[in-house]
């Protein structure tokens, strides 16, 4: 068994490494996907035909691709043709399209390629990007918004366009951007502003219905969808796709409630189609699906929640315009849909109506997932098998050292390694308490 001071440093070598390849977020836009790893570093791929990716003036890219070599990245938000983002300081920053000041740069330039600070100051909590314009919330609660403003999208009263953040209003809580038109919510209420599709306009945020317990909001700005307290999923706009998943292709003007299930976990939404995720790991989808976006093998629209096969192992859904991301509980990532510039990341330009895995499994091994025990791996180096000198396990994985799961095993008095390429492996082992131990394990021809 190695001791403590040779298992710090391999903590400390190994969980920058392994987190590297593990998803923390993502989004999707119009023909393109742009991702955040647990480590801080950013990706992206699909089209760069506006610099939305931030890799510089390429034309696309057809698998996930690492932009730049910073690793603070905290959060990104895609829109039609341009990103926004946050770093762990607080700053934000914008890239892509700046026809409509969206970029936020104050100026008049019509693309960035690579990302550009908006302003000096670390305060900003949170950012959201619409078709053409951009709203965002600083630590303070204040609400900021620039970019297009032709339908009043933005919120100020105005129908001018800013291309630098104007402030909007105080105490809010969560913003969603849309196409021509803003949500948001504050203390449980949600807001409404710009133009919905003839069912409503305004230039300045005004109440939208009477409830107060609202916990999240997902628009294209044509249909809304969103989850309340008791994790109920409700639904208003357009539905002539049958989007809202209520059975029918009836466009509604005050949110209805989607089936009786109080069970849902979170919620996606591109144009025309919706996907959401049940607290049992399972995926729904419903809405258009001339692209395969809903992933069930068809290409027919679907008017109530369909269950995308019978995994429940699934733990986030992101939707680009007519493309859709996941990731599953192990770290894997999926993707399916309109594939024309390789927004799905697969290495093609096909259109995919199945999810289709894009990266490997991965589950993040950390300082603080790991506990020092008294346990002794054996033999170490390893050619064919390894045991464990305790009864007391409930669970053993083997990693690579960039962070890919190589086999997972039951309980038991010897663990085979046989077929696995020499090299050096982690071990993470857990036991009947939940408490977790990584080791250094060498395989030896």
Aim: net charge neutral; aromatic share 10%; charged share 20%.
């Amino acid at each position: 068994m190695i001791n403590k001071i040779t298992l710090a440093l391999l903590l400390m070598l190994f969980t920058f490494q392994i987190q590297a390849q593990c998803w923390k977020t993502m989004d999707g836009g119009h023909m393109f996907s742009i991702a955040i790893k647990d480590d801080g570093t950013l990706w992206g791929w699909g089209s760069n035909s506006n610099g939305e990716l931030g890799a510089g003036n390429t034309p696309y890219k057809l698998m996930p691709t690492k932009i730049g070599t910073e690793s603070n990245w905290s959060s990104v938000s895609a829109g039609y043709y341009h990103t926004v983002a946050i770093k762990k300081d607080g700053s934000l920053w914008t890239w892509g399209n700046n026809r409509q000041g969206q970029l936020g740069l104050g100026t008049s330039v019509s693309e960035y390629y690579e990302p550009q600070r908006v302003g000096t100051e670390n305060n900003w909590k949170s950012v959201s990007a619409g078709s053409h314009h951009t709203m965002a919330i600083k630590n303070n609660g204040t609400l900021w918004g620039w970019g297009e403003n032709r339908e009043g999208q933005l919120g100020d009263g105005t129908r001018i366009s800013k291309n630098i953040p104007t402030f909007i209003d105080i105490n809010w809580t969560m913003v969603e951007a849309n196409a021509m038109n803003t949500l948001a919510i504050d203390d449980g209420v949600i807001w409404k502003w710009g133009n919905f599709y003839s069912q409503f306009e305004t230039a300045t945020p005004e109440i939208f219905g009477d409830d107060s317990d609202w916990k999240s909001i997902a628009s294209t700005g044509s249909h809304s969808m969103a989850l309340k307290n008791d994790n109920s999923l409700w639904a208003w706009g357009e539905n002539g796709k049958g989007e809202l998943g209520d059975g029918t292709n009836i466009q509604r003007k005050i949110p209805i409630k989607v089936g009786n299930s109080t069970n849902w976990e979170s919620v996606s939404v591109g144009i025309n189609s919706t996907k959401a995720i049940k607290n049992d790991g399972s995926l729904w989808v419903w809405g258009m699906n001339n692209n395969g976006q809903l992933g069930d093998g068809t290409n027919i629209d679907k008017k109530t929640p369909t269950q995308l096969g019978s995994s429940t192992e699934w733990k986030n859904i992101f939707s680009g315009l007519e493309h859709t991301l996941a990731v599953k509980k192990n770290g894997s990532l999926w993707s399916w849909g309109f594939n024309f510039n390789g927004q799905l990341g697969d290495g093609t330009l096909t259109d995919r109506n199945i999810p289709v895995q894009i990266t490997p499994p991965c589950i993040p091994l950390s300082v603080s997932d790991t506990h020092q025990s008294a346990l002794q791996i054996f033999p170490n180096p390893s050619k064919d098998y390894f045991s464990i000198n305790t009864k007391d396990v409930k669970q053993v994985q083997l990693y690579s050292l960039d962070g890919k799961l190589i086999k997972e095993y039951t309980p038991s008095d010897k663990y085979t390694i046989r077929g696995i390429v020499k090299g050096i492996y982690i071990l993470k082992i857990t036991d009947s308490k939940e408490v977790r131990s990584i080791y250094k394990l060498k395989i030896i021809d």
